[in-house]
């Protein structure tokens, strides 16, 4: 008996320990602020990702002593907003990552709240997206695949993430350009990236659309043939065209940034779009972006504001198109 | 025999004390996960994503399977104790095993749970050493129109827990199919059954009306019978572990189960609650016990799932080690952690990263052999805790029900619809309508909706694709033979024997 008490608690001390370690980290120097990132998103998606890059490049660049992050998931978005706008109101030093996504979930879902009440900091990365086929299919390029779309796009059935997602808003604007109705588009949506690829390697849809990163390996790899980047130039060591390139006039980023809460001072807002520009400009920054397949599109302050703009109204029109709105 | 060399060579990696003590952190902190509803693998792997900046590759994903496995093993505890699924993958336990804990063979539900993981899961990882790729070839042969026709199958078998009454029974079901259906339709856009009200628009967690029907209905329902009834404490009966026929029962549930979890696990949109559900339907009815199942508890029940569970576990990792395909949340976490070390898991990954792969691999094996042994001496622990007086039992179940559901997503309306739900279930349990069924409609409805319109709108329509496949033509003669079989069976020996006439019962 006294052996087996003495076996669990050396188990538990061992575990208390580990979780210990990973979770101790030393105080750095103490003139570097703390800083709060609320990441309307559970763990482990590409808002909660790009929070926590930030978090580690911002410490191993001494421009902060610690930060602590929240996750309020949930509606793409729409579920963490309204309380990053009512309780963080005014809160300095303290930052939410959003992206398109939430732009699209915020008008899909018919939101109560929206990105004009928080405080745009800068836009940080962007993810342009790819659209594929499988191998063996008789779509060499982009043209085939348009003119197949022209033909009858009831018989090109397309796998992409959630209705209403940058997946299915760029092939909207694919549609949309070739003087497709966006009604009759056979989008065939996934709820995760894996899903959607297996459908397309196991050659049951036509073609698919996603981030360049869910595709990239399996391009490499030769199972899967690569169309078109919707990226707004050709990309080193990316051996295919852009859509304006392929003669589709579509260029999209799915793109992350953070925003501050509301009724931040001045001078806070200020501070945070200094720190945020430091950050984006490291070489630490650069080499974790390279690492995740994200592209720097850095823009701060008032450009990001009316890009934000602009984006919503262009979103709201597509989504209006696509029955979504 | 080269991959025998590369497993070799993988032990080699996993057995650095380092490794080995990584994996037994991994290890116990999944099975505490585990235990917990609300905390599942791929939320605390999330959380400890940060570590992946600090230690080596070998070391974090020997650390995340060790999480992995170990929460396939502890998830069960709790179903059995207290019908408190930690895991969606253990609700199917919590059927029988709570029984068999009620009647006081909860060692026995416990042991044969932990061994059917052991054997299931060494199973299943040899599985993935020698037959991954062959599996992953069969796997993405399913495609929409093969799922949906796996979802009719599977709702044909599972008819088997919907109780003694079939009204009743598909009523549960439909109730589930509702619930299923909460939150924005994946296929429009559009909202449904959220009455504006955001925090439903992703749904309902499976967790929380299992927790809800089954703990804090149970906990009501025992509440409201303090009166009339006794309070009593149910004695620990025979051996702590197995007895003889209860190892002679569980060895073939074990092995079946493994059977039926590593492939579905494998396909890519297989997860780990169909083939419990499989197992469990199969199980009851091979057993020759048929009288225990839903009464005092048949071990059949408990070994089968619980081995169904792990194997698929393991089945999961074939579209993620030999295509980069993350099939699961816990998957697509670890594939994340794969990116930032800058390491991108595609079709190459098991060549270009062979030391990573064959390392994690055998420290699956290693982590298997590290959780028996740990769970096995807690079993003497675990049970002490039915000893505890119900008022005081029942009060510990709702406080952990409420703490595990509000980890989930802090969120108070998660709470409001676990009381809503155990106050269902409360109702449920006094008018007699089984629960299980509920959860089942939960999962495979929506699933089974999801694959027919994705069907329908790769095909523009034609519902002929069902019976132009191959697969999914052999699943649904197997769904169609498993519905009328019985029958024609029944007919042709009542035929034969010239019995009496047989008098149509309420079943």
Redesign the interface.
């Given at each position: 008996m006294l052996n087996r008490r003495k076996f669990l608690t050396s188990t538990a001390a061992v575990g208390a320990a580990g979780f210990a370690a990973l979770h101790f980290t030393p105080a750095l120097a103490q003139d570097a602020p703390q800083i709060q990132i609320f990441v309307p998103a559970a763990p482990g998606g590409g808002w909660d990702q790009t929070a926590r890059t930030i978090d580690q490049v911002l410490r191993s660049e001494k421009l902060i002593s610690g930060s602590q992050i929240t996750n309020v998931g949930g509606a793409g978005g729409t579920v963490g907003l309204p309380q990053f706008v009512n309780q963080w109101k005014g809160k300095g030093n303290s930052m939410m990552v959003a992206g398109m996504v939430m732009v699209g979930a915020i008008i899909a879902n018919k939101a109560a709240n929206n990105l004009t009440e928080v405080t745009p900091i800068a836009r940080l990365t962007g993810e342009f997206e790819a659209l594929v086929v499988p191998a063996e299919s008789p779509f060499k390029t982009a043209a085939d695949f348009v003119a197949a779309l022209k033909a009858d796009p009831t018989k090109v059935p397309v796998a992409g993430g959630s209705a209403g997602g940058s997946d299915h808003i760029l092939f909207g604007l694919i549609a949309k350009t070739a003087g497709v109705p966006a009604a009759n588009l056979s989008y065939v949506p996934f709820a995760g990236g894996g899903e959607a690829l297996s459908a397309l390697l196991g050659n049951q849809v036509a073609a698919g659309i996603s981030g360049y990163g869910e595709f990239s390996e399996q391009v490499k790899a030769g199972a899967l043939r690569l169309l078109a980047i919707s990226a707004d130039k050709r990309q080193d060591g990316i051996d295919a065209p852009t859509l304006k390139e392929a003669g589709i006039d579509v260029e999209l980023f799915n793109w992350r940034g953070v925003f501050a809460p509301p009724g931040v001072s001045d001078d806070d807002k200020a501070a945070m779009i200094k720190l945020v520009e430091t950050m984006a400009k490291s070489d630490a920054w650069a080499t974790e972006c390279k690492n995740r397949n994200w592209t720097s599109i850095l823009l701060a302050g008032d450009d990001y504001a009316k890009f934000v703009t602009e984006d919503t109204a262009r979103i709201g029109a597509i989504l209006k198109d696509l029955g979504l709105a | 025999m080269d991959t025998l060399s590369h497993l070799a060579h993988g032990f080699a990696v996993a057995f650095t004390p380092t490794n080995l003590?990584w994996c037994?952190?991994g290890t116990?902190?999944g099975t505490?996960i585990g235990v917990l509803p609300g905390l599942g693998p791929?939320?605390t792997?999330?959380?400890?994503?940060?570590?992946t900046?600090q230690v080596a590759p070998e070391a974090s994903f020997i650390l995340f399977a060790g999480i992995y496995y170990g929460a396939m093993y502890g998830g069960s505890t709790t179903s059995i104790l207290l019908n408190t699924p930690g895991e969606s993958a253990t609700i199917v336990t919590a059927l029988e095993g709570n029984r068999m804990a009620r009647s006081g063979r909860g060692g026995a539900a416990l042991a044969t749970s932990a061994i059917g993981s052991f054997v299931a899961g060494t199973l299943g990882t040899m599985g993935v050493a020698f037959l991954a790729p062959t599996v992953v070839k069969y796997?993405?042969?399913?495609?929409?129109a093969e799922y949906f026709s796996l979802m009719v199958l599977a709702f044909i078998t599972v008819s088997a827990v919907l109780g003694s009454s079939s009204v009743r029974g598909l009523t549960s079901l439909f109730v589930g199919f509702v619930i299923g259906m909460i939150g924005?339709?994946?296929?429009?856009?559009q909202?449904r059954f959220t009455f504006g009200t955001?925090?439903l628009?992703?749904g309902v967690d499976v967790i929380i009306v299992a927790v809800g029907l089954f703990a804090v209905g149970e906990t009501l329902y025992m509440a409201s019978r303090r009166y009339a009834g006794k309070d009593e404490i149910v004695p620990l009966k025979g051996s702590l572990y197995m007895t003889a026929a209860e190892w002679a029962r569980s060895w073939k549930p074990w092995l079946r189960g493994a059977a039926i979890g590593f492939p579905i696990g494998a396909m890519?949109?297989g997860g780990a609650e169909i083939p419990t559900f499989l197992s469990y339907a199969i199980e009851k009815k091979l057993s020759k016990h048929k009288e225990e199942f839903g009464t005092v508890g048949a071990i059949e029940g408990v070994a089968g799932p619980e081995a169904a569970n792990n194997a698929s576990a393991a089945g999961v990792l074939v579209?993620m080690l030999t295509?980069?395909?993350?099939?699961s949340?816990t998957?697509?976490?670890m594939l994340?952690a794969f990116?930032?070390?800058?390491i991108?898991?595609?079709?190459?990954?098991l060549t270009a990263q062979a030391n990573l792969v064959w390392g994690l691999i055998a420290s699956l094996f290693i982590a298997n052999v590290i959780l028996v042994v740990?769970n096995l001496?807690?079993i003497?622990?675990w049970v002490r805790l039915l000893k505890i007086p119900a008022p005081q039992l029942y009060a510990g179940i709702l406080v952990f029900a409420t703490v595990g559901t509000y980890g989930i997503?802090?969120?108070p309306i998660d709470l409001a619809i676990l009381y809503l739900l155990g106050a269902a279930g409360f109702l449920m349990r006094r008018f007699d309508f089984p629960t299980a069924p509920v959860i089942i409609g939960m999962i495979l409805g929506p699933l089974a909706e999801t694959q027919f319109r994705?069907a329908m709108?790769?095909e523009?329509g034609d519902w002929t694709v069902f019976f132009r496949h191959p697969l999914s033509l052999t699943l649904l003669t197997l769904a169609f033979v498993g519905l009328v079989g019985p029958h024609i069976w029944a007919w042709i020996e009542h035929k034969r024997t010239r019995g009496p006439e047989h008098v149509p019962g309420d079943a």
């Open positions: - | 003590l037994l952190v116990t902190l505490a791929a939320l792997i999330a959380l400890l994503l940060p570590i900046y796997a993405l042969k399913f495609g929409p924005v339709d994946l296929q429009t856009g909202p955001a925090e628009l992703d890519p949109a579209p295509l980069g395909l993350p099939t949340a998957a697509a976490i994340s990116q930032s070390y800058g991108n898991p595609g079709p190459l990954l740990l001496p807690l003497g622990l997503s802090q969120s994705r709108t790769i523009n």
